[in-house]
Nanobody, 121 residues
Framework: QVQLVESGGGLVQPGGSLRLSCRASGSIFSIVVMGWYRQAPGKQRELVAAAPSGGSIYYADSVKGRSTISRDNAKNTVYLEMNSLKPEDTAVYYC???????????????WGQGTQVTVSS
């Protein structure tokens, strides 16, 4: 079984920064993509940033230029650093990983439990 464990959320003042981490542990053969989504109250979950293996990094327009997603492949870990935070960045942030557990096996999508980010003075 594969688990995704997130950390790094919290209360941040507008204009501040934070770094989220998500580590995938368990029986993983290869990772296709790791990314971050967020869901604000009353809104749909949206993709914030994604880092595919061997592909181009994606950023949502709302965070482009002030966010950096990165991966440590040896640790199956993805990071999201966000700067110049705004109140509208307030949401629960979810880590997602798409992976294969065996060679040639199906791709599996899995989610972390979510971490709250609140941007407020």
């Amino acid at each position: 079984q594969v688990q995704l464990v997130e950390s790094g959320g919290g209360l941040v003042q507008p204009g501040g920064s934070l770094r989220l981490s998500c580590r995938a542990s368990g029986s993983i053969f290869s990772i296709v993509v790791m990314g971050w989504y967020r869901q604000a109250p009353g809104k749909q979950r949206e993709l914030v940033a994604a880092a595919p293996s061997g592909g181009s990094i994606y950023y949502a327009d709302s965070v482009k230029g002030r966010s950096t997603i990165s991966r440590d492949n040896a640790k199956n870990t993805v990071y999201l650093e966000m700067n110049s935070l705004k109140p509208e960045d307030t949401a629960v942030y979810y880590c997602n990983a798409v992976y294969r557990m065996v060679v040639g096996g199906p791709t599996i999508s899995n989610w972390g439990q979510g971490t709250q980010v609140t941007v407020s003075s």
